[in-house]
Nanobody, 122 residues
Framework: QVQLVESGGGLVQPGGSLRLSCVAS????????VGWFRQAPGKEREGVSC????????YYADSVQGRFTISKDNAKNTVYLQMNSLKPEDTAVYYC???????????????WGQGTQVTVSS
C-alpha cells in the first residue's frame, strides 16, 4: 500500500505559477508510474501529466503542454508538478497518483492522494 500526500495548491492570479508536491510512503518510486490528474467542478477527472515507470518518458495533456513540467526525485520519494502561465481553466482539485503495473497515464492507477485545490482567479 502506498500513501500519497499532495501539497502546494492555493489561489494564484492568471499568469502566475505554483509548484505542487506529492510525497509517497513507498520504499521507492523507482518502480512506479506516477502522475498528476485534476478534476474541475462538474467535469470528469482527467490526466494532466505522468511519468512512465519503464523509461521515464513523460506525458502531458494538450491543454498544459509547454506550461506544466512534471519531475520526480526518487531520493525524496517526491513527485512535482511545476505549473506556469496558469489560466482560470486550470482551476481544479489536483490529485497525485501512482501504479506498479500500468505504464501509461491512466485513471486506473491504484494509489491516489486526497487532492489539493488550485484556484486561478484575479
Amino acid at each position: 500500500q502506498v500513501q500519497l500526500v499532495e501539497s502546494g495548491g492555493g489561489l494564484v492570479q492568471p499568469g502566475g505559477s505554483l509548484r505542487l508536491s506529492c510525497v509517497a510512503s513507498a520504499y521507492t518510486l523507482d518502480y512506479y508510474s506516477v502522475g498528476w490528474f485534476r478534476q474541475a467542478p462538474g467535469k470528469e477527472r482527467e490526466g494532466v501529466s505522468c511519468i512512465s515507470m519503464s523509461n521515464g518518458s513523460t506525458y502531458y495533456a494538450d491543454s498544459v503542454q509547454g506550461r506544466f513540467t512534471i519531475s520526480k526525485d526518487n531520493a525524496k520519494n517526491t513527485v512535482y508538478l511545476q505549473m506556469n502561465s496558469l489560466k482560470p481553466e486550470d482551476t481544479a482539485v489536483y490529485y497525485c497518483a501512482a501504479d506498479l503495473v500500468l505504464d501509461t497515464c491512466s485513471l486506473e492507477y491504484d494509489f491516489w492522494g486526497q487532492g489539493t485545490q488550485v484556484t486561478v482567479s484575479s
